[in-house]
């Protein structure tokens, strides 16, 4: 006590001069017996040893308070006061009202560091999916723009606002794979591919916890859901998932991997039963994949209470076992329920071990240490005054949400319109929208910083130009003016309709059995359509819709996903031309929901290809409407033939492939250039019809040709087998260099 006072009494000192140092570093470390610091309060001490000081010093209820987290909201350090004194309390993330000051975060904190025997800090948490206060678009919509670094940009912009705002952590990135758009959270991952999606997962990490995770600006970012989430039968949000070991390997684990090898500190478990267990219990992924064959260090948080849910999952009889079979499984940390206080009952009949709790328990403060928590326990309360929406923010919020755009259709040069057109009818319920904008998961974004299409094109117009704005119908109900709709198309020299679906359609627990366009959308789609006019339509929405009749009928489609604060002005510099077209899909949009799941890296089967006696449907295609990797551009590209040498690969030696790119248009665009392989006979199980291997954005001027050059190492080409062992076999392979996943002729080499 007397030491605190002495402390306390400086400060007041030398806060009388204006000479504080930075209160928010931690001033109350208490000295020991011996008139030391401890181990675990000496930062030139290593993290290891810092953490088995502590955790010696620390009782068992203490260790258990470690384990649970709670959510917390305004005046929560009222309510939560004496669990956290009790040392109840590891950590907190912001739900109900999200919190964007640092204050009630930083109330809660001093009475974990100060008011406790141990002044463990709490480490607080938050879902910054796509950003905070800057809403970037939805991260299906920045993996169409094919630029990892582009992603990692936005998402170091969402570490700056998201820790601001009083955040440690950010339960992100989302990189299930998707291959269900009935599925509402497809929108938070990077769609059906593993390579792109190993990509944007390690790009997103390094965006939030930068080159220091300990920085001021960094936040440890989270691996989710782990794993196989996005396989859900039927496309329903929590449904059981059944995954082969073989697809695991090969589709669903690579992008976790990518994260954690790219520094990940945390790890969230799944709500879904995984083939035939539920994932927060699952010792295979949890501990065998992760930690035994991945060596994982940090710790894994479950998902929303998911830890009580194995008992409706039927594997729990009661919280006890909950518990049990979770901490033994290797959920380090409790998200919200509270199934862990059972396990000090627990120890002491010897069903659990103490061992088992120490290690749950030095994860966690191992991330804490390495977050600099015990240095600096409170954030900055200055920052987040001037921390949102910054003009370098909103700059790259508009070239994300540019390049996030995929042009599914321009039919007699439909797109780009002359900023000379004179009279513009914008119809269509999102016309004007700005909340629909920022899409799901959307933090602390505001519906009145989002820039909508209607502003956006304000913007491009020369002066005597006219802009009608009408929208026809609701999104969803049945209340529509298509009568107004129609007359306000009839006087326009261009028509832009845009569509699509509500924010609040996307997301956690958000799936769809039919993939249209809802409400009476297509009614006024039609009707527009019925003025002879040359349609363009502009789609908001957070999933792959089926839109064949749009397809047929519009002279021009661009997907423009939900892109943030932005996107009005983003989709307007495509829509002018200002920025042309580059994005590809990274997710197959089906001609029917009856297809589903329809992706390009699919197997060949014993039977395929359609006709007699094939995999063929009587009533639709069996492939979709527009293929993983498409996307148009205002000019043409033409490929040339690919070489491949050697043809015959020695083991140990690498491939190159090439091939000429040549714009044969007639204006500058942006062309991504894909590389696929296929292993046309595999021992350990098929490999796909393609696999994407690689790619490269360029950009070439009208006229101008590229030589474009891949380097594919034999590792390149191997696949996991079961057990989680890379093979890469010899035989033979097809390669492609081509302009999406569906396109492109193959050349064959072999692997000696
Ligand atoms: C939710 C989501 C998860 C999120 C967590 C905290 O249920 O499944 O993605 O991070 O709870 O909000």
Known sequence: MK????????????????????????????????????????????????????????????????????????????????????????????????????????????????????????????????????????????????????????????ARETS???????????????????????????????????????????????????????????????????????????????????????????????????????????????????????RHVLNDILRDEWHFQGFVVSDYQAVEQLIPHGVAADANEAARIAIKAGVDMEMVSSNYETLPQQIQGGKVSQATVDEAVRRILRVKFIKGLFEKPYTDTTRYKDAYLRPDALVLAEEAAAKSCVLLKNEGDALPISKRAKKIALIGPLGDARAEMLGCWASRGRPQDAVSLATGIRGKLAAGSKLTVTPGCNITNNTADIKGAVSAAKEADVVVLALGEPRDWSGESKSRTHLGVPGRQMELFRAIVATGKPVIVVLFNGRPLTIPEIDTNAAAILEAWQGGVEAGNGVADVLFGDTGPSGRLTISFPYDVGQIPIYYNHYNTGRPGIGEYKGNYVDAPITPLYPFGYGLTYTKFDYGKVQVSPSRLNPGGTLTA???????????????????????????????????????????????????????????????????????????????????????????????
């Open 164 to 282: 601001a705002g009083g955040n440690d952590w950010t339960f992100s990135p989302m990189v299930d794979l998707g291959r269900d758009p009935r599925w509402g959270r497809i929108a938070e991952g990077f769609g059906e591919d593993p390579y792109l999606g190993c990509l944007y997962a390690a790009a997103n990490v390094r965006g939030f916890q930068g080159t220091n995770v300990a920085d001021p600006e960094s936040v440890v970012a989270c691996m989710k859901h782990f794993v196989g989430y996005g396989a859900a039968e039927g496309g329903r949000d929590y449904n059981t998932t059944e995954i082969s070991e073989f697809t695991l390997r090969n589709f669903y684990l690579p992008q976790f991997k990518a994260g954690i090898d790219a520094g990940a500190w945390t790890v969230m478990s799944a709500f879904n039963c995984l083939s035939g267990f539920p994932a927060s219990a699952n």
């Open 658 to 752: 090439t091939a000429q790119v040549k714009n044969t248009g007639d204006r500058a665009g942006t062309e991504v250039v894909q590389l696929y392989i296929r292993d046309i006979a595999a021992t350990a199980g098929p490999r796909p019809v393609r696999e994407l291997k690689g790619f490269k954005k360029i950009h070439l001027n009208p006229g101008e040709s590229k030589k474009v050059t891949f380097t594919l190492s034999m590792h390149d080409l191997g696949y996991f087998d079961p057990a989680g062992h890379w093979l890469v076999e010899p035989g033979k392979f097809q390669l492609w260099i081509c302009k999406d996943s569906a396109s492109g002729k193959p050349v064959d080499f072999e692997l000696q």
């Open 3 to 158: 030491r605190t006072l002495f402390l306390l009494g400086t400060l007041f000192a030398m806060n009388a001069f204006g000479a504080a140092p930075d209160i928010y570093h931690k001033g109350w470390i208490d000295l020991n017996k011996n008139g030391m610091k401890d181990v675990y309060e000496d930062s030139t001490q290593p993290v290891e040893k810092r953490v088995d000081d502590l955790l010696k010093q620390m009782t068992l209820d203490e260790k258990i308070g470690q384990l649970h987290q709670n959510t917390y909201d305004v005046g929560a350090e009222k309510i939560y006061k004496d669990e956290i004194e009790r040392g109840d309390m590891g950590s907190f993330f912001g739900g109900g009202l999200i919190i964007e000051t640092p204050i009630h975060r930083n109330a809660l904190q001093r009475i974990a560091v100060e008011n406790t025997r141990l002044g463990i800090p709490l480490i607080f948490g938050h879902d910054a999916i796509h950003g905070f206060r800057t809403i970037f678009p939805i991260p299906l919509g920045q993996a169409c723009a094919w630029e990892p670094e582009l992603f990692e940009r936005t998402q170091r912009i969402s």
